[in-house]
């Protein structure tokens, strides 16, 4: 198994509304309907649906938006950098919890799981693909090992891809520093970046 990435420090994130059984194929995401009319009355945005296609074109977008200030234009990227960090916290959660899936009746389920860091590389520092720990509820800590037949299993190769997507994807938004460790809370959804946990 490969990994990377990172997040903010002691930030709660969302908690999702279920854990998801184990392995389950992430629900695709339902784009909203293009061609929404959005209105605007006192300053605010009536309509929460907003075309994708609105901001596919830069010259678009600098036409829509030639009236605002440079400072609001910056809130708005900002805004919409927060929410595409928001949800792929919130994937990553639910893609960690079908991975790491642990049936009863074998072990204590996973509580959180822990990343460290890996480099540094020419091109950062990102979080180790090779050295996942687990923390059972119980307590007990063990680094993560890939099943003797996980290059025959499709279903887990597919999240096994996403997850190590994602986790580079994390680093890039909120990038770690050398010694750094993540630690994501499967119950609550939270995302701790500090110091010293299975080691």
Do not use: C
Not at 142 to 162: G, K, N, R, T, W
Request: glycine letters at 6%.
């Amino acid at each position: 198994m490969n990994l990377r990435d990172s997040i903010e420090i002691g930030v709660t994130r969302t908690p999702a509304a279920a854990v998801p059984a184990p392995r389950t194929a992430l629900a695709a995401v339902t784009e909203p309907a293009s061609g929404t009319v959005v209105t605007l009355a006192d300053g605010g945005i009536t309509s929460a649906r907003l075309a994708p296609t609105s901001f596919a074109v830069p010259d678009d977008i600098r036409q829509a938006t030639a009236h605002w200030s440079l400072e609001q234009v910056t809130a708005a990227a900002s805004a919409f950098r927060a929410e595409a960090i928001r949800r792929r916290e919130s994937q990553f959660v639910d893609v960690l919890r079908a991975l790491f899936f642990v049936p009863p009746a074998e072990a204590p389920p996973v509580a959180r799981v822990e990343f460290v860091t890996d480099g540094p590389f020419a091109n950062g520092v990102f979080w180790d693909e090779s050295r996942v720990y687990l923390h059972h509820e119980d307590g007990s800590v063990a680094p993560f090992e890939d099943s003797p037949d996980a290059d025959e299993d499709d279903e887990y190769a597919a999240l096994d891809e996403v997850f190590r997507e994602m986790l580079t994807d994390i680093a890039a938004d909120n990038p770690p520093q050398h010694g750094d460790r993540l630690v994501v809370d499967l119950a609550t959804g939270e995302f701790e970046r500090s110091g010293k946990w299975a080691q």
